[in-house]
């Protein structure tokens, strides 16, 4: 005799394959999906709200629940039993931390009033990455269009990463690698499907923004350094919305129903048609591969959808007002 309840969880379904969940298992055996992932996110966001507040024991008794929910042997578990580590051995805040080392370098107290500025300085690995970045640019197109070219990366990586605080998730500054691009170092564990994806969006969000401000000045004043940083940066946020390997698209997709994807694309084709930008072409076919692959959820997200298209829409019309053709850069 099966009891009701073990029937209802052996009927249960993937929301976002659709394939039936067995009876007992604690992700999706096709797209690994967590069956417990809304309880998890709760768990988690409770966990670092404890943290914030400096309850350590009783953020450590949150993780721990955690773990019942998830694979053994997943990723997210073994994060969480070093995360416990830590707070069982009390780690010290990274203020304390800091202060110690600053108590433990001669140099510091060598270098009189310089010290504590130049300690302070190396911290900030994010600065430094930020000005090796702009040096490479510089050295390729000059100061000005260099430095305008970084800090258009600068405001597209800030999209993601304000996006991500302001959901009340722990992330690190930017970092910038000269020649390859940012990131933004974030903890995701129990964060949906969607929200992952609109935090993708975010960043070319902000980037949309940003070359609709040079836009609106190059108008304003004439200046063509601005008309190139708008196409530049609007070209190079419509790359990162390919869906596939390691751009923002890739991620974004993920909330996408098939009938999303096939929107997102048809709007593309249009768009690189229209305009006779290949790099909307690219965002089209990546988004036909996508329409064949096993990981598109069953409920659609229309919010996400919406913010996909509109993204692509405002980056199709900063192509369009700023002369040019293509990224610009020659």
């Known amino acids: 005799m099966v009891s009701p309840y073990t029937s209802e969880v052996a009927q249960q379904h993937c929301p976002r394959c659709a394939r039936e969940i067995p009876a007992g298992a604690l992700e999706c055996p096709q797209c ?20 914030a507040h400096g309850d350590l024991q009783e953020a450590r008794e949150k993780w721990l629940a955690c773990l019942p929910l998830l694979p053994a042997q997943s990723m997210q578990a ?25 108590d433990t370098q ?5 270098l009189g009033p310089l010290g504590p500025i130049l300690l302070a300085l190396l911290k900030f ?8 970045f702009f040096g490479f640019y510089w ?4 100061a000005k269009f260099g430095i305008g070219f970084a800090v258009l990366i600068l405001i ?53 923004i ?10 304003q004043t004439g200046y063509g350094l601005w008309a190139a940083l708008a196409r530049t940066g609007a070209w190079f946020n419509v790359l990162n919305l390919i869906p596939l390997w390691i751009f923002d698209g890739s991620s974004a997709t993920n909330a996408l129903s098939k009938l999303e994807r096939a929107v997102v694309l048809m709007v593309s084709a249009a768009v690189s ?20 692959t096993r990981d598109a959820p069953e409920e659609p997200s229309n919010p996400i959808t919406a913010y996909f298209v509109a993204v692509i829409t405002a980056l199709a019309m900063i192509l369009w007002l700023v002369p040019g053709q293509g990224s610009g850069l020659r």
Not at 43 to 48: G, K, Q, T
Request: include cysteine; aromatic fraction near 10%; charged fraction near 20%.
């Open 125 to 132: 690995k994010s600065l430094f990455s930020f000005v090796a």
């Open 32 to 51: 690994r999906t967590l069956v417990h992932g809304d309880q998890m996110e709760q768990l988690a966001a409770h966990a670092r709200s404890l943290e």
């Open 156 to 208: 597209h990586e800030m999209g993601h990463f304000i996006d991500i605080k302001r959901r009340g998730l722990p992330a690190d500054m930017p970092m910038f690698l000269p020649g390859l691009g940012a990131y933004v170092k974030w903890n995701g564990l129990g964060v949906s499907v969607e929200a992952r994806s609109a935090i993708s969006l975010a960043g070319p969000c902000a980037g949309a």
């Open 210 to 219: 940003a070359a609709a401000v040079c836009a609106l000045l190059w108008h």
């Open 106 to 110: 001669p140099w510091v107290k060598r």
């Open 273 to 292: 048609y229209a305009l006779g930008e290949w790099v909307f072409a690219l965002v089209a076919a990546g988004m036909g591969i996508r329409l064949f």
């Open 78 to 102: 073994e994060w969480i039993r070093t995360h416990v580590r830590e707070l069982e051995s009390g780690a010290p805040s990274r203020q304390n931390a800091g202060a110690r080392a600053h």
């Open 139 to 142: 050295t390729l197109w000059g």
